[in-house]
């Protein structure tokens, strides 16, 4: 979670660039394609790692309003 929070500061996300350009002229083409779709790849993991988190605390939050809603029938 940490770790996609600090990919979207502008601040780490200019180093990144500037150390990827600088490795792009040390490094031949072939294997700069296959640097992309490591990137890709974490990218995607990160999505699923945060959508999992949205899913878990969705499913708390649904499951406190059921309990609310069911206190307040039984209050009824």
Same mark, same amino acid.
């Given at each position: 979670m940490i770790h996609t929070l600090k990919l979207h500061s502008p601040a780490f996300s200019s180093s !990144?660039?500037?150390?990827?350009s600088?490795?792009?002229?040390?490094?031949?083409s072939n294997s700069c394609s296959l640097h992309g779709i490591t990137r890709s790849?974490?990218?995607?993991l990160? !999505?699923?790692t945060l959508y999992m988190l949205i899913l878990k605390s969705g499913r708390l939050i649904f499951k406190i309003m059921m309990?609310?809603?069911i206190l307040k029938i039984?209050?009824?």
């Open positions: !990144l660039n500037t150390r990827q600088f490795e792009r002229r040390r490094i031949p790849a974490r990218f995607f990160n !999505l699923k309990r609310k809603q039984q209050h009824e």
